[in-house]
Structure formats: C-alpha cells, structure tokens
C-alpha cells in the first residue's frame, strides 16, 4: 500500500444541501450560499475524481449573536463525509467579519471513537483564512459528522453575524 499523501475535497460549499443546522443556536441560525469564494486557491477535485467548483461559498448567518455562542453544523445525509485511508489533516477556509471564531470538526472512527479537534482559530475581519488542522495520530477510515463553531468575540451587535466557509479538504495517506 503506498504512503503517499493525497488531498481529497469533501465539500465546496457550492450549495447548503448537504449540512443542517443543528442544537440549541439552531433556531438563532440559518444557511445559505454567496458568490464569494476564498481567494487563490487552487480546485480540488472529490474522492470520485471529479472537479470540485470555486464559485459560492456557504454562510452561516447567526441572529442575536453572542460570546460563548455554539452554532453546529451537521453533515447531511448522515453521515455525508466518509474518509476512506488514514485521515491526517484537515483544511478550511473561513471568513468572519462580524466575530473572533473557533471551528471544530467532528470526527469518528471505529477504531478512535468519537473526537472534536480545533480546526480553525479565526479572528474577526475581511479577509480569508485558510486553516490547517494535522492530526497528532492519523485516523483509520474517519467520518466526519459535522462542523461546531463558538463565537469568542462578537464585534457585531445588530442584524446578523456572517460567517462564510469554503473547501473543506482532508489530507491522506494509504
């Protein structure tokens, strides 16, 4: 089996069918998608081999935001994100103009069990950020459950809180 590192789109955001919004901040929340993605990033293509597009970007749009805040994505149909080989990174790109974020990703395996990593620390502003996230030990055959993000320094206090997200990658090997 090689050991080569292969980078794999999980989603590019083009359209909110495949998350939900789920939790308590459920309500406070909704989806949809802007003709904004992030900025020189080159395409990726799906594990099938086909071309992921660059052309929206999915927002999270939060009313009544506030610090301390969890907005949870969850992955549709479930599970939506399978990882076949050994999971060693993850990549997103992110904008938050309105709010400081963290993101998480949750992962399971039935080798691991049920885990939550730091995937991106954002802070508030106008550019994206494109975050990385490598695994202290790779993860056999992981699927990705969904997405939480904690609002840690709301600058926004009227109308909505955006955040934006594009190219969800992972990075494997064997």
Known sequence: MSDASVEVLLDDFENKSKWELVGVA???AHLTTFVEGAPSKGLASFADGAMGRDIRALVVLIRKAADDLVVELAS???PAFTVAGRLETLRL???SPHAAIRVYARLESEASGYQEVLLAKVPTGALWQH???QLDEPITDATLLGLKIRLMDVVKREGEVMILLDDL???TAG
């Open 26 to 28: 459920a309500r406070r």
């Open 76 to 78: 549709k149909p479930k």
């Open 93 to 95: 790109w992110v904008r």
């Open 131 to 133: 975050s990385e996230y």
């Open 169 to 171: 990658t992972v990075r």
